[in-house]
């Protein structure tokens, strides 16, 4: 029988190449097939039973032992989910009119669904390098191809400071190699803290890491990249790919320098809460929506970051647990943004105003959502940012105090986005009167994503079940009580 | 001492006799049948390679006393003939496109471009099979002659004369540095044979011998490879050679002479004598390392495509010097692995080029622009190939560059790997200037639609579904 952990991973892939060929079909069904192709993942993850634990194993390159590893713990799950649930929602949202070869679009965004499933579900860290690297191509090609007017500088932008974030990589990895003889975490994980220059490692996989999440000072490339980026691959990057430092913080930082995580735990949380700070000050500032959107993301990475250096059991919870909430909210805040910037030929917030009116539903969509961003009792973000707060608050109160005021602040930039763009006065920029409300496939994308957010905030456990074996390797406590 | 070949003997030498006399043949006919060599040199050329090919991967071997001392019949000489006679196949294909663009000009020929590049072939396989210092010196000699014709084949472009001149000098130059550094070698220890270089170093160790002779030839030697491989501070006449020549025979150099010489270096400092000396070894890794930081950041300033091109393929023989100076057992299978993926991705980025070099004299940059809305599939290709240079991961680049500073960091040369991964940057820059162009949809307006010719179509396609191939199963030995 076919391995489903194998066609987790070679479905899109299989699927992208299919695209490339694709050269004569018309852009809607190409796109219909990409979406299909893309929910295979879904399908596979809520199916198949007992996946948990699973793993697949094969020596690959010889001369390095590199192994092409596919196993799957709960950590790689809970980034699974994501993968799998908001992929095809990207490409559902993705355009179909005025789009060059949307085979290749498409195939690109499919590709690029293979090498995040592959590295959150790999255990040998050459593999992993591969597939972190790997993850810029067709990001690249998405953005330089099909983004804004300034696509060429962003993406090149993009991709250097992403290179030169990950250039001593190879370095450390090679290093670490060479002390452990193996590429598996599991063997990594045992030497870590007697080998020399230990440190230096730690450094160079934590500015990878910081740099593609991003940390405070280097984020540099995410407003151009955002801004720039199709709507498709702007959800992909706030959602997705700002997942995948995170992922590789609890992976490699957590799982193998957990003694110099500690070390770097102030000098981090310093400057992650300066990136909260910024970014919710940024948002307050910003005019232009898409910019508002993607510095309140980058807030909110900085926050999940804080909650993982604290190095605390309930704040790693509640930072998990915003990993999902982030990734569903804000999602689901580019797509609203995404739409409106096209219905609206503008994403100036100055033009905008009373759009309450002529599309109510859209306003009450975003008002939900908005609230989530703010993380309102009842929505799922709601839960981690309060076990984020009870962790930090339990190893310093004023780390504690300095998050809970930037949620102030947060909630001022959302409630003025609110009603710059739907109440007030109508601007000069409004939505045409053919504009229907709320359309099937609109309706269809933020769906799951409301069912998700009330969920998760009503009943929180099923994710909680997934978080508590993480927290208990790493720090040795229950987090739900049996 | 039996001195008659037998069969076994000659099949053993077939596919150096079947690409001798199949140049020959192809320079009867361009005497004698000029319209004949026009139409069917093409076909004889690519038909006696593949007939080497075939030859050399039957491995026959021979045991012959004249024959053992100058030429080696193991894995190693059939691996790396049967990459030259790949190269060669290519170069040929592409010079059809050449060639059929200047088919109006009288100066040019056919059978006399088909020649000088099966001679030039027959020279690389010589270097790959050399088993003494006089074989490599006729193999290097034999590659680099035909070159010089054929660095100045376009004779309309004026830059050609003059890069064809300074070429042949300092070859000529290199060529005299070679033998005289032999000669070093020969008087100090009293052979030019690989096999026994090693142990005849030892004995003149042994006997008190402090190896001034010896080591001044090993650097005339390492300098005129250097020069032929393009290694900084030798590599002046690359760039204007490069530029000047028709781009199917600079992707014959840019690929062929550079493998041959870096072979050559692997032959030498690898084979004969690995880890010889430490002196030798921090020789190369000097040259490695000036050469990673001059090529990457000239390279970043170059806006003429073979020029640029010449850059690049410099920054990859300090790779492949990399491998080689670690002197280790794993060396020659990740030197191996690292030619076969550049020439993969060198010639299917020179297919490409050839395909779009309607003006032959400045091919620029711009010369690319708005490739992607013409052909995308070229310019997926072409990026592959790009992306697999520049040695962005999952492409077989990486893997090729992982190894070989893997194997760097195991022979200890921690600072060369952390200078080798930082100009990395520089160079996924200069490659992705060269990919945004592509795909800027704003193409300027164009005389013509670029007719995109078959054999180049088709050599971009294979080399890139191979580069696919590499990439996903890099099984070597």
């Given amino acids: 029988m076919f391995d489903p952990l194998l066609l987790l991973f070679f479905a899109p892939l299989i699927a992208a190449f299919f695209l490339f060929a694709m050269v004569k079909v018309s852009s809607k069904w190409t796109k219909a097939f990409a979406a299909i192709c893309s929910m295979v993942p879904l399908f596979i993850l809520i199916l198949t039973p007992k996946l948990l634990g699973r793993s697949y194993d094969v020596l690959w390159f010889k001369p390095l032992s590199i192994h092409f590893n596919l196993s799957i713990d709960s950590l790689t799950l809970i980034f699974l989910y994501l993968t799998a649930l908001i992929t095809p929602i990207a490409i559902i949202t993705g355009p179909i009119k005025n789009l060059s070869h949307p085979n290749i679009f498409y195939g690109f965004i499919l590709f690029l669904q293979a090498l995040l499933i592959g590295f959150f579900s790999t255990k040998d860290l050459a593999l992993f390098t591969i597939f972190w690297e790997a993850m810029l191509i067709p990001l690249y090609f998405i953005i330089n191809i099909w983004g804004g007017k300034n696509r060429q500088f962003a993406a090149m932008q993009f991709l250097l400071y992403m290179i030169a974030g990950s250039a001593l990589l190879v370095f450390a990895v090679i290093a670490l190699y060479f002390a452990a003889s193996s590429f598996n975490f599991d063997e990594l994980a045992k030497l870590s803290s007697t080998m020399p220059y230990a440190g230096w490692y730690f450094f160079i996989f934590l500015v990878a890491f910081a740099v593609k999440t991003p940390l405070f000072p280097f984020h540099g490339w995410l407003i151009d990249t955002y801004c720039e980026a199709p709507k498709t691959a702007t959800i992909l990057l706030a959602a997705l790919l700002s997942k995948a430092g995170i992922y590789g913080v609890i992976r490699i930082l957590m799982g193998i320098f957990p003694l110099y995580m500690q070390m770097a735990s102030p000098y981090v949380v310093c400057l992650a809460v300066i990136g909260v700070l910024y970014g919710a000050l940024a948002a307050l500032a910003e005019i232009d929506m898409k910019r508002l959107i993607a510095y309140s993301s980058f807030s909110h990475v900085n ?75 009842g929505t799922a973000n709601f839960v981690g940012e309060l076990l984020v707060l009870f962790g930090v608050f339990q ?53 799951p994503l409301v069912i998700a957010t009330l969920w998760l905030g009503i009943y929180p456990r099923p994710l909680l079940e997934l978080i508590e074996p993480v927290v208990k390797q790493i720090h040795l406590i229950d987090l739900l009580e049996h | 001492m039996n001195l008659t070949l037998t069969l076994q003997d000659y099949l053993a030498l077939s596919p150096f006799l079947i690409i001798t006399s199949f140049a020959l043949l192809i320079l009867l006919l361009e005497s004698f049948a000029n319209h004949l060599a026009r139409r069917f040199s093409i076909y004889l050329a690519c038909f006696s390679i593949a007939l080497a090919f075939v030859a050399t991967a039957m491995t026959y071997s021979s045991t012959h006393p004249l024959l053992t001392p100058w030429i080696r019949f193991d894995a190693l000489k059939t691996t790396f003939n049967a990459l030259f006679l790949g190269v060669g196949f290519v170069s040929c294909l592409l010079g059809k496109v050449f060639l059929d663009k200047e088919v109006h000009s009288k100066a040019i020929s056919a059978g006399e471009y088909y020649f000088l590049l099966l001679s030039s072939l027959f020279g690389l396989m010589l270097i790959g099979a050399s088993n003494d210092f006089l074989t490599l010196f006729i193999g290097i000699e034999t590659l680099s002659i035909p070159l010089y014709i054929l660095a100045v084949y376009i004779k309309r472009v004026k830059v050609s004369g003059e890069a064809a001149l300074k070429y042949f000098l300092m070859g000529g130059l290199a060529a005299a540095f070679l033998v005289y550094g032999v000669a070093f070698v020969y008087g100090a220890v009293g052979t030019t044979n690989f096999q026994s270089l090693s142990t005849a170093y030892g004995a003149m160790k042994e006997n008190g011998g402090n190896g001034a002779y010896f080591f001044s030839g090993l650097a005339m030697i390492m300098g005129a490879l250097a020069f032929k491989a393009a290694l900084v501070p030798f590599h002046n006449w690359a760039p204007d050679v490069y530029q000047g020549a028709p781009t199917p025979v600079v992707a014959f150099m840019a690929v062929g002479t550079k493998l041959g010489a870096m072979a050559a270096f692997a032959i030498v400092f690898l084979i004969a004598m690995p880890n010889i000396d430490n002196k030798v070894s921090f020789c190369m890794a000097a040259l490695a390392a000036i050469t990673l930081v001059y090529a990457n950041f000239v390279a970043t300033r170059q806006t003429q495509l073979r020029r640029f091109f010449a850059y690049s393929g410099m920054s990859h023989a300090a790779f492949m010097l990399i491998a080689i100076l670690t002197g280790s057992s794993e060396a020659i299978s990740a030197l191996v692995l690292y030619f076969i993926v550049y020439a993969l991705a060198t010639m299917g980025a020179f297919a490409v080029l050839a395909t779009l070099g309607e003006d032959d004299e400045e091919l620029s940059f711009e010369a690319v622009r708005g490739l992607f809305s013409k052909s995308p599939f070229l310019a997926l290709a072409f990026s592959l190939c790009l992306l697999t240079l520049a040695g962005i991961p999952p492409t077989a680049g990486f893997l090729a560059k992982f190894y070989v500073l893997k194997l760097a960091y195991y022979a200890g040369y921690q600072w060369l790997v952390a200078l080798a991964l930082l100009t990395a940057v520089l160079a996924a820059f200069y490659y992705l200037r060269l990919m945004a162009i592509m795909f800027t949809v704003d193409a300027l307006p164009r005389r013509q639609s670029p007719k995109v010719s078959r054999p180049a179509f088709c050599v971009a396609a294979i080399a890139g579904l191979a580069l696919i191939y590499v990439s996903l199963f890099p099984f070597l030995g």
């Fill in chain 1, 303 to 377: 926050f999940i970051f804080a909650a993982l250096f604290v190095w605390n059991g309930y704040a790693l919870a509640g930072g998990l647990f915003q990993v999902v909430t982030h990734s569903i909210v804000i999602a689901a805040l580019f797509i609203i943004v995404g739409y409106l910037i096209d219905w609206l030929k503008t994403s100036d917030m100055q033009l905008t105003g009373g759009l309450a009116r002529k599309i109510p539903a859209v306003c009450w969509l975003t008002l939900f959502f908005i609230m989530a961003n703010v993380s309102l009792p």
């Fill in chain 1, 395 to 447: 190893m310093s109160w004023w780390v504690a105090a300095i998050l809970g005021l930037s949620v102030i602040v947060s909630a001022t930039y959302a409630l003025r986005f609110q009603r710059k763009v739907f109440f007030g006065q109508e601007g000069v920029a409004t939505v045409s009167s053919g504009i229907i409300d709320v359309r099937l496939t609109y309706f269809a994308v933020i769906a």
